[in-house]
């Protein structure tokens, strides 16, 4: 089993940055799938980026590609998910997420832990 704490949610201006950090405990953490998901007030929970346990492949929605970027360092345990030139829309409760499958998933349903939760709110 692993525990997953986030941080670095926070308010910013439309067009700011902010990193989040998803630190894991438990568990060998190079074992874990990690993923980013986020939900809005009244919409479902969407995949915004995943990476591999190596962290050689990545993938991310639509929305968010070429604006943020997700990275691990296995030795910190840690998953990162660096979000600029922020919108209005990018408003949300932040989730990480650990799978213990290896192919990286786009799916809520195939991941296995999850942390609290971070909001971000981006101010128009």
């Known amino acids: 089993q692993v525990q997953l704490v986030e941080s670095g949610g926070g308010l910013v201006q439309a067009g700011g940055s902010l990193r989040l950090s998803c630190a894991a405990s438990?568990?060998?953490?190079?074992?874990?799938?990690m993923g980013w998901f986020r939900q809005a007030p009244g919409k479902e929970g969407e995949l915004v980026a995943a990476i591999s346990r190596s962290g050689v492949t990545t993938i991310y929605a639509a929305s968010v590609n070429g604006r943020f970027t997700i990275s691990r360092d296995n030795a910190k345990n840690t998953v990162y998910l660096q979000m600029n030139s922020l919108k209005p829309e990018d408003t949300a409760v932040y989730y990480c997420?650990?799978?213990?499958?290896?192919?990286?998933?786009?799916?809520?349903?195939?991941?296995?832990?999850w942390g609290q939760g971070t909001q971000v709110t981006v101010s128009s």
């Open positions: 997420a650990a799978a213990v499958r290896r192919v990286v998933s786009r799916t809520w349903d195939e991941y296995d832990y």
């Open positions: 438990g568990r060998t953490f190079s074992d874990y799938t």
